[in-house]
Structure formats: C-alpha cells, structure tokens
C-alpha cells in the first residue's frame, strides 16, 4: 500500500542533501534563503491556485480546435467532370487510375494478396508502378529488413522513371545539378502547370511523391553522409514541384471566385487529393523538429504550420472539428461522393487519425480530438468494412480511452492474411502492453515470444520483453532462460539512418544491469511501459494497483537507505531548493558535488555516508521507484474526467522532489530525473502555476547539448540520458501548450525572476563533462 498522503501544509518536502544558504533555484516554497518564510503574498497566490483547481479534472481526449493563422484553401471545389479524353495517353491515364483505384480498395479492405496479384498483371506505366512501390514500401517498414527496404527504394526508382517519361519536355532530366539549383530558385511557377496537360500534371505529381518517398527509404537504410546530404537534395527539389502545384491550385481558386471558368484546367479528385496529401505532410513533419531547424528550413523556403496541415488534410475529406457527426443520411452522402474516388483521400484520412491515436501518445499534442478522428476513421470503416488498419486504429482509439478490454476484443478479431502476418504484429504488440497494463503476466509473456519468434522489429526489444515478461512471472523453471534472454539483448541492436534506435540504447543498458547484479531488475514492466507512454493509457483501477505495487518498492528501499543519510534528512527537514543541477551551477563547483560542499572531503564524507553495502546501483533503483511512483500517482490524480485527487497531486511531487535530492547519487538511470522535471511541471500546469512549469521546461531546454538534439550528463559526469530525445520533444510540446494557456487568459511571459539561470548550469554542465 502507498504510505499516507496528507495536506500540503503537513508534508514537509525532502531536504536537499546538501544545505546551501546562498540562493536557491525553482521550488515549490520560494525562498531566497534556506531561513527565510514564504511572504504573505507568496502564500496568497498559492492559496488562490488551489482554490482555482478544478474539482473534476479536464479531459485531455477532446480539446478546442486551433486558431488558425491563415485560411485553408478547399480544393475539392475545384474539380470538375475531365470529358471525354483529349489524347490515348489521357485515356489510358484513366483506365490506370481506375484499375489502381479498384487495387487500393481491394488492398485496403484486407484482400491484400489478391491486390498484389492484380497489380503484378499491370503493365509497367507510372500508376502502376507507384502502387507497387507503396505496396512495398509498406513491406519494408513492417518487416524492418535490409533487403525488403532495398527492394522499397528500387521499386520507387522504377515510379520515378516511369513517370519521367510522361513529364513536360522543359522540366525532364532535372537531376542533382538542377535540383540544387532549385535552392536558389525557389519553386516552379503556376504557369508552368497551366501550359501542362492533364498527364503531364499527374506525371509531375508522381514523380515528385515517388523521389519524397525513395528518399525517406533511402535515409533509413543508408549510413553515408554524401549520400543523405544528395537525398536532401532531391526532397527539396520533390518540394519545389509539390509547392508549384498548390501555386496552380491557389490560382485556380481564385480564377473560381472571381467567376472565370476553371473547366480547361482538368484539375481531378486524384490530383486534389494527391498535392493536399503532399504539402500537408511537409508542413506537419518539419513542425516537430528543433526550432532552429525549423527556421534553417523557412529559410530555404520550406512550410511549418502543423495545425494548418492537418486542417488542409480534414478539408480534402470534407471533415470539420466543430460540427456534428454525420447523422445516417449525410454519411450516406458522403460515401457517395466523388471526393471519395481520389487515390489519396484515405491517406488524407489516415494522417489525422494516425497523430491522434497514435503520434498523440509519444509527443503530446495540443489540438486533441480522439472523438473527431474517431469519426473519421469510423467512415473508413463503413467503405472499408475488413481493413486491418482502420480496424487498427479503432482497438487504439479504444486503448487511449482506457477500455482496454474492448481494445483487446478488437485486436483479436483483425483478420490479415498469412502473406502479410507481420502487419498483424503490430496488433499483437499492443495486446502485450495492454496485458503488461493489467498485470496478465502470462499473456503478456506468450505475446513476446510470438513477437520475437515471427517479427523482424527489433530483436533488441522483444528479446527483452520476453525477459522481463518471464522475470515478472516468476517461475523458478523459467530463470535459466530469462537470463539466457537478456544477455543477447545488446547483440539484437540494429542501426537506422547510420545510429541506434533509442529505446533500444536503453534496453541494452538495462540488460546489462541485470546480468551485473545478480538477475535482479526493479519494477522492468512499469519502466519499459514509460516508453510506450502506457501510465496515459491505463484505467484508473490498474493505476491503483499499480501505484500499490510501486510503494512497495519504494518503502523498501527506503528501509535499506543508510543511517547516515537518513539523518541528514532528518537534521534539515526543509527543502531550500531542488537538489539539481542548477544548484551546483550556481555554486561554481567542480565535478561530483564539490562546489555544493566546498571541499573535498566533505564529498569523500558524503559518498562514504551513501554506500550500500552488495548494491551498486542502490540510487538508480531509488531515484527510478520514486519517479514511477509519483507517475502513477500524478495519473490518479489527474485522470481525465474524474474526481480530482488532491492527495495523490501531492505524493507526486513528494516523489518527484525525491528524485531531485537523489539524483546526483544515480549511476546510470539519469533519465529519472529529466523525466521527473517535466511530469513536475505538467503538475503545475494542472495547478495553474504556469510560471513555475515554464521555468522548468526551459531549464530542461537549456541543458541541450551542441548536438542540438541531447540533454548533457548530471553533475557527477555520468553517462548520457538516452531517452534525451523523448524528453526534448514533449518538453517542447509543453511550453507550446503553456503558450496557449497563457493568451487564453491574456497573460504576459514569465519575469526573468522567474527563470533558471542557464548560462551558469551551462558552463558547469560543459567544465564537468570534461572532467
């Protein structure tokens, strides 16, 4: 059971493990010294956010559609009926298109086999080879083979021939020269695809999506750097070509509205769907990278608007947030319409409901609607009754409204033929987390081992769920093999894009700790669950139990803190500060703790005062069961559209501030206390503290290392936090949502007084890592 919980005033923070009577950084009582009493004001302010909190938590499955910054074009209005064809390549453009049209249905409605069949009797003209190339490309990144990726980026090589045939004279041959040329250039004006015919408009659009697409293959599959650099190269020039056609759009939108007839244009649903597909993409992807990217690539003339692409992608369906869903005549309607026809409108579709249900869980989202996507993909389902993906995404829908049984129900009953079993795999790693969710070691277990012995994922990762699912059991006949497992964790890790996947980073390492002591891995179901964002996912029962299961752990390992250290806690029983790295920062010090203690021997004291006797890495598994614990409490706590819990708000940050105290005693597991600074500032975004929420957020930016992407290491030099990335993206995410807050209520920024003072934890961060 958790130990008890009471009141805000009863429950005195952690001290820090060092007192420092000097300044202190972002905490929750604010002093300038370690003697000092929160001013009256202080106490008012706080008072008056409690008060603000709401009873009933908000819901994070349904929040208002974004402001948009510039409208959004409805290019479905633009199509009108093509008449009868001007030339035989124009006929046979639309019988292709038909035939592929017929394929994607029969593909998409689970007879995958039978589309593959048809399309191989198709001739080798540029539609045909496009599907193929799809088809394929969906097959690499199922199976995750060398060999099926090399086949993906051939078969795109052979689209983009194919469709450079039936391009216009003046642009074909634009090869590397040319393409970084369009650098300079720009784009391609809208007067160039007027003076095109319709085959040669779908020509350009085929070729530019089939070089987006080989390249991105490309990226994954090769490690040169001359390599990537020239892929690079040709998206920028795929770009060119994307953005040449919205320009043509665009002007003939506003032919439309000026009265002027638009019919000699030829503009198809399969060329609306396809450019709306294109740049919708190039807007929402660059929008997750860095904000120095971002504007490296504005600079050069890319978008990024990500609220903007997903609503240019619900107009291509006809789809708006803030009306009714479709009552059975108008779905009715809209199966029928033409709109439907074009090539691309379920991917169109597919993009939304992919971020909502899936993107959502990794990098939070500020615009979420599970309810919208739901029925978008609900549609699909209509037209496409046996799909495995829409039918996918409807047992995850299920999962992120925490009906995990229903979830489970669902993906049982996806029928994907034996061709294509690895698609199927997909199904079956999300039964293993929500078995891992309820605590069903057995079922979680034999999902492993079906995954490790049929998919080509990542070995790394199954070998070590196969572990930990085997550990969890606990069957003595078992530990031999749980062991035999777990040291071939490392040997399965592979390289994407020339590095290691993260979370496979993560999983080597664990492994090795639990060969180094002994078989022994601390809570490894409810670690490994932080990755797939599952605390999120699991119903309000389950995050009781396991909140239960946690405090377990951390009352015994609280049983097994030295004497010593205990005393410490007990002798300053007040936090001046978060035991962090900013406060060494501000000290000065030199390497492990030095400028907190302003000797050295003091520190050799402290470490001599914190051994555990047969237990390395006793502050890893301290730090890591106090951060978990105050994870499944922050979840209880603020459990959407359920009481609120104030009890539970406060053991999460009691938690928290024991990972702060205890983190420069970690070895290894320095992700905790990355991770314990953003769940402590999303706390305090529910708390409505958003200065002190964004404080912490730019704290954890301010730690990023040259190599834009990466956190540095804590105060002793330890190793490099490899889930930095993870962090750094929903770190991100936060300050956006905070931004938003902020103008709801007509808020300034936060004061300067209000900051972490980066430079100096910089520069302390910079000289320890020499060390």
Not at 490 to 509: D, I, S, W, Y
Not at 643 to 659: G, I, M, S, W
């Amino acid at each position: 059971m958790p130990p008890s919980v009471t009141t805000d005033s009863e429950v005195p923070t952690l001290p820090p493990l060092f007192s420092d009577e000097k300044t202190s950084t972002i905490n929750d009582t604010t002093t300038t010294t370690s003697t000092m009493k929160p001013s009256q004001e202080q106490e008012q302010q706080k008072q008056k956010q409690q008060q603000q909190q709401p009873r009933i938590n908000p819901s994070r499955r349904q929040t208002a559609p974004p402001k948009l910054k510039k409208p959004v074009p409805h290019y479905r209005h633009l199509v009108r009926p093509t008449g009868p064809p001007e030339s035989d390549e124009e006929a046979e453009l639309n019988a292709d298109m038909g035939l592929v049209r017929e394929i994607l249905d029969l593909f998409l409605n689970g007879q995958m086999v039978e589309a593959e069949q048809k399309l191989e009797r198709q001739p080798k003209r540029m539609y045909f080879q496009l599907a193929r190339a799809i088809i394929q490309g969906l097959r690499a990144l199922v199976t995750f083979h060398p060999d099926e990726i090399e086949k993906g980026m051939k078969a795109f090589e052979a689209a983009i021939k194919a469709s450079d045939k039936q391009r216009k004279g003046s642009l074909v041959g634009v090869g590397a020269v040319k393409a970084v040329g369009s650098f300079v250039v720009g784009t391609i004006g809208a007067g160039s695809f007027r003076s095109m015919n319709r085959v040669q408009k779908h020509a350009e659009l085929v070729y530019a999506e089939s070089t987006i697409l080989r390249s991105l293959l490309s990226m994954l599959y090769h490690i040169d750097f001359w390599m990537v650099f020239e892929e690079c190269i040709n998206l920028r020039h795929a770009f060119t070509i994307i953005q040449g056609l919205k320009s043509f759009m665009d002007a003939t939108e506003q032919e439309l509205r000026s009265g002027k007839p638009i019919e000699k244009h030829k503009i198809d649903e399969h060329l609306v769907s396809g450019v709306t597909l294109s740049y919708s993409l190039y807007n929402i992807i660059i929008s997750f990278m860095p904000d120095i990217i971002v504007k490296m690539l504005q600079f050069i003339g890319f978008p990024s608007d990500r609220d903007w692409g997903m609503a240019m992608l619900a107009a291509c369906g006809g789809w708006d947030p803030t009306a009714d869903a479709d009552d059975a005549a108008a779905r009715k309607e809209r199966l029928a319409s033409s709109a439907n026809d074009g090539l691309r409108r379920q991917f169109c579709d597919m993009v939304p409901i992919i971020f909502q249900f899936i993107v959502s869980s990794f990098i939070p989202l500020n615009h979420v609607d599970y309810h919208f996507a739901e029925v978008i993909n609900l549609y699909n389902l209509d037209r496409f009754p046996a799909s495995p993906i829409f039918g996918f995404l409807q047992g995850r829908h299920c999962q992120l409204e925490t009906r995990l049984d229903d979830a489970v129900a669902t993906y049982t009953a996806l029928t994907i033929e034996p061709e294509w079993h690895h698609l199927g795999h997909v199904a079956v790693f999300e039964e293993l987390m929500c078995a891992m969710m309820t605590r069903d070691h057995d079922k979680a277990c034999d999902k492993a081992r079906l995954l490790l012995k049929g998919s080509r994922w990542s070995k790394s990762a199954f070998r070590y769920l196969v572990a930990i699912t085997g550990y969890e059991r606990g069957l003595t006949a078992e530990k031999k093999k749980v062991e035999s497992v777990m040291g071939k964790v490392e040997e399965g890790m592979q390289k994407v894009a020339g590095m290691h996947l993260f979370f496979e980073t993560f999983l080597a390492r664990k492994s090795k700790r639990f060969l180094n002591e002994g078989g022994r891995l601390l809570l490894p179901s409810y670690d490994f669950m932080l990755l797939w964002n599952c605390f999120d996912m699991m119903p309000l029962k389950d995050l009781h139990r396991a909140l239960d299961e946690i405090s377990e752990q951390t009352d015994r390992l609280r049983q097994l803190l030295p004497a010593k250290m205990a005393e410490r806690e007990r002798r300053d029983p007040l936090a001046a500060k978060d035991q962090t790295i900013e406060a060494a920062g501000s000290n000065g010090g030199n390497g492990l703790l030095g400028g907190l203690l302003g000797g050295n021997s003091a520190k050799q004291a402290l470490l001599r005062d914190s051994v555990v006797s047969g237990y390395t890495n006793f502050y890893d598994d301290y730090c890591l069961a106090f951060f978990l614990q105050g994870i499944a409490a922050y979840h209880i706590a603020y459990f959407p559209e359920a009481e609120h819990d104030p009890a539970k708000a406060q053991l999460a940050l009691t938690a928290f501030d024991t990972v702060f105290r205890y983190a420069p005693l970690i070895n290894d597991d320095t992700y905790t206390y990355y991770f314990a600074h953003y769940y402590k500032a999303k706390a305090r975004i529910h708390q409505g503290d958003l200065d002190d929420a964004h404080a912490r957020l730019k704290h954890l930016l301010s730690l990023s290392s040259t190599g834009l992407m990466g956190l540095p290491q804590l105060v002793g030099g330890k190793g490099r936090n490899s889930l930095e990335l993870f962090v750094l993206l929903r770190t991100h995410s936060a300050l956006i949502e905070i931004d938003t807050l902020r103008a709801a209520r007509g808020e300034d920024t936060p004061t300067a007084a209000n900051s972490f003072r980066s430079p100096s934890v910089l520069s302390f961060a910079t000289r320890a890592s020499k060390k």
